[in-house]
Nanobody
Framework: QVRLVESGGGSVQAGGSLRLTCEAF???????????LTWFRQAPGKEREEVAT???????NYADFVDDRFTISRDNAKRSLFLQMNVMKPEDTAMYYC????????????????????WGQGTRVTVSS
C-alpha cells in the first residue's frame, strides 16, 4: 500500500525559507522513478492549485506565482520529493500536498490534479508578515 508523507512545514516570517519533503512508502523503485510528482497547495477558502511538477526525466514546471522562488527536486533512490521555498510571502500560507502518479512520464506529466492516484495528508505552511 503506497503512502506519501509530507514533512517540513511550519511557521516562517516573510522572506524566509522552508524545505518540504515528501517520502513515499510501499512504492517500488521501478514505479517511483517513472512517476510524475507534483506539489499542490490549498490556502484557506481557496481551491487547491499546482505549485510545481517534476517528471521522470527531471524536467520541471512551476506555477507563475512561484516566480523563481521555489525549487522542486526528487531523489528516486530515497523515494523522496522535495520543495525548497525561498523568499516566502504571506500569500504562500497554505496546506501543501505532494502527489504521485505512476507511469505518467515525459511530457504527459502535467499538474492536473485529477490524474493523480496517490496523495499525502499535507503539511501546513504559515508565512507571517
Amino acid at each position: 500500500q503506497v503512502r506519501l508523507v509530507e514533512s517540513g512545514g511550519g511557521s516562517v516570517q516573510a522572506g524566509g525559507s522552508l524545505r518540504l519533503t515528501c517520502e513515499a512508502f510501499g512504492y517500488a523503485y521501478s514505479s517511483f522513478n517513472r512517476s510524475c510528482l507534483t506539489w499542490f497547495r490549498q490556502a484557506p477558502g481557496k481551491e487547491r492549485e499546482e505549485v510545481a511538477t517534476i517528471n521522470n526525466d527531471g524536467a520541471t514546471n512551476y506555477a507563475d506565482f512561484v516566480d523563481d522562488r521555489f525549487t522542486i527536486s526528487r531523489d528516486n533512490a530515497k523515494r523522496s520529493l522535495f520543495l525548497q521555498m525561498n523568499v516566502m510571502k504571506p500569500e504562500d500560507t497554505a496546506m501543501y500536498y505532494c502527489a504521485a502518479q505512476p507511469g505518467l512520464v515525459g511530457s504527459m506529466c502535467l499538474g492536473n490534479q485529477k490524474v493523480f492516484t496517490f496523495w499525502g495528508q499535507g503539511t501546513r505552511v504559515t508565512v507571517s508578515s
